[in-house]
């Protein structure tokens, strides 16, 4: 039986909802973002430098190491990948490429922010950020393979639906952020790492999976589960994890693009080739910056309702415009309340949907606008 698709909208933003066997899904959702795929690929900024830094020297080997360590410790979602080229129509090695662009050394930005808090409830707060030619092209997924839990994820087009905020019900919530790795380890691909956690029963087992499944690139993970309120922040980035939970001591953490707790010489500027245009998508200093605002948001004298999450994301400093010298803007803020089982997003135009997030994470249509 082919996939089921399903579309509808929440905040203003596509979201598909798709049921089947695995290949199936991720063809059907080739299909039907097909046009949405090819122009995200042909619009990314850094397509052109990416290309010419695994094109010879140090790019090409650091590619051809963690294409080949991929391939043998995640053959499914390899597997999917490749569906969704062909449902596509798109060259698969291309979109192997462009899913492993934050773990080959190179440049490509600095992008997102995320909250963390564990009081009475727990709340994890995502802002989603990338390049201006990106608005539009942003969407939600919903993945409902047989005999899997269901996952619902913020979508770039593209690449595995791993890189940005999930939900799954199995109860477990988490924002992403891009670390940038100057010198990676032969290890595999990130969104290959996060793909892959995405069908952990809880939160004991992926931050055990995330410790023992180092990825060659970085990312900032605050994940939080339903099941026992836990939440914990994860620093990972060339071969490194580290992982501190969130507790009602401190309650409250933060995230930029930044390392925080594993040694900054992983995430200094990297070395990109000579000419690369990705440095200027954005920089360390800029991560630095916008987490200097988060740190001033400080910790609230009472629980903290879903609007406070709002609107520290959306402050001065943090929610990004691309205006100036800013080559970003948020698409997207994300506030999952974890113990009263709501989730809130906000699109880039201020279109907000509030619903259960039980419902959310089974792809059911918002209550309410």
């Known amino acids: 039986m082919p996939a089921l698709v399903v579309e509808q909208e929440i905040a203003g933003l596509r979201w598909l909802v798709l049921s089947g066997e695995r290949l199936d899904v991720f063809a059907a959702l080739g299909r039907a973002a097909k046009e949405n795929i090819h122009a995200v690929q042909e619009g990314m900024p850094e397509r052109e430098g990416l290309r010419r830094w695994v094109s010879a020297g140090i790019g090409a080997r650091n590619y051809a190491q963690v294409a080949a360590v991929t391939r043998r410790h995640h053959p499914t979602a390899r597997a999917e990948l490749a569906a969704l080229a062909r449902g596509a129509e798109i060259d698969a090695d291309a ?20 909250l963390g808090w564990r009081g009475r409830n727990t709340v994890l707060a995502h802002n989603e950020d990338a ?50 790795v100057a010198h990676p380890k032969a290890s595999p691909g990130r969104h290959f790492v996060m793909r892959s956690l ?55 953490q933060w995230h930029a693009n930044h390392l925080r707790r594993l040694p900054a010489t992983l995430d200094e500027p990297a070395a990109s080739a000579p000419g690369d245009p990705t440095q200027q998508l954005g920089g360390f200093a800029e991560s630095v910056a916008r987490g200097e605002q988060l740190e001033r948001l400080g910790v609230p004298d009472a629980e903290p309702g879903d609007s406070w999450f709002l609107d520290g994301l959306s402050g001065p400093g943090v929610f990004r415009t691309a205006a100036g010298t800013d080559p970003l803007m948020t698409l ?34 918002p209550l309410h606008t």
């Not at 462009?98 to 995320?114: E, I, K």
């Not at 269901?150 to 109860?171: D, E, I, K, R």
């Open 95 to 114: 979109l192997l490429l462009a899913n492993l662009r934050g773990d080959l050394g190179s440049s490509d930005g600095t992008g997102c922010s995320d």
């Open 131 to 180: 390049a201006p030619a990106l608005e539009g092209q942003l969407m939600f997924v919903t993945v409902a393979i047989d005999g899997e839990p269901t996952v619902t994820a913020q979508w770039y087009p593209g690449f595995l639906p791993s890189n940005a905020f999930t939900a799954t019900s199995n109860g477990l919530v988490w924002g992403i952020n891009h670390i940038q």
């Open 198 to 252: 995405q069908s952990a029963p809880d939160l004991t087992t992926a931050l055990e999976y995330l410790r023992s499944h180092p990825m060659a690139g970085g990312f900032a993970v605050t994940i939080g589960s339903s099941q026992d309120g836990r939440a914990a922040g994860v620093e990972t980035a060339a071969g490194m994890v580290d992982i501190v939970e969130i507790s009602e001591e401190q309650p409250l």
């Open 332 to 365: 997207c803020t994300t506030v999952a309340n974890l113990g009263e089982d709501c989730i809130t997003v906000r699109g880039a135009g201020g279109l907000t949907s509030t619903l259960p997030l039980s419902d959310f994470v089974r792809g059911r249509q």
